[in-house]
């Protein structure tokens, strides 16, 4: 019993499909969420120290009150082009669970728009491109509205080997 007991609760807790509250911001003309328990804050753009032999979507890392953490630009991650920042891009700070830490990295983004509420009827699974596609860090999308809004796993969205570029440059 004990065994089909922690089979279920690794189901459920492997199944990222979850409601709840999603901290949306935006990239280009797109809109994204993220869990907001992954979210440990919000800062404005600050003075971000360039590191070398990092990949180009690798911006360097910031002083945060004494912690130096790696920073990372979503759109070039994500392979947008590049913009110029405004008043309104900012950084926000993440928890990234990996197999042996839990690390924080800040994610630039062209503006945070707002904490929602998604029900599990507002979510669906992420549709599937084929094979050639890479989409294990898209939790699902929310249909909010007349829009959709991509919910990111936060945990998928480096692999391990950017993951460890990123840990190295701390």
């Known amino acids: 019993m004990t065994h089909k007991t922690d089979e279920m609760t690794r189901a459920i807790k492997d199944d990222p499909m979850k409601a709840g509250k999603y901290l949306t911001f935006s990239l280009a003309d797109e809109e994204y969420g993220i869990g907001i328990l992954k979210v440990k804050e919000i800062i404005g753009?600050?003075?971000?120290?360039?590191?070398?032999?990092?990949p180009e979507f690798v911006k360097g890392v910031i002083n945060?009150?004494?912690?130096?953490?790696?920073?990372?630009?979503?759109?070039?991650?994500?392979?947008?082009?590049a913009i110029d920042y405004t008043d309104r891009t900012c950084i926000i700070v993440v928890e990234i669970d990996t197999e042996d830490m839990t690390i924080q990295i800040g994610i630039v983004v062209d503006s945070v728009s707002e904490v929602l509420n998604i029900r599990e009827e507002e979510m669906e699974n992420a549709p599937s491109f084929g094979t050639q596609v890479d989409t294990a860090y898209i939790l699902g999308m929310a249909k909010i509205d007349s829009g959709v809004k991509i919910l990111l796993d936060i945990d998928r969205v480096l692999s391990t080997r950017e993951l460890q570029v990123m840990e190295k440059a701390i």
């Open 64 to 81: 945060l009150r004494g912690k130096v953490i790696p920073v990372m630009d979503l759109r070039l991650k994500f392979g947008m082009p």
């Open 45 to 54: 753009m600050m003075p971000i120290t360039s590191v070398p032999r990092t």
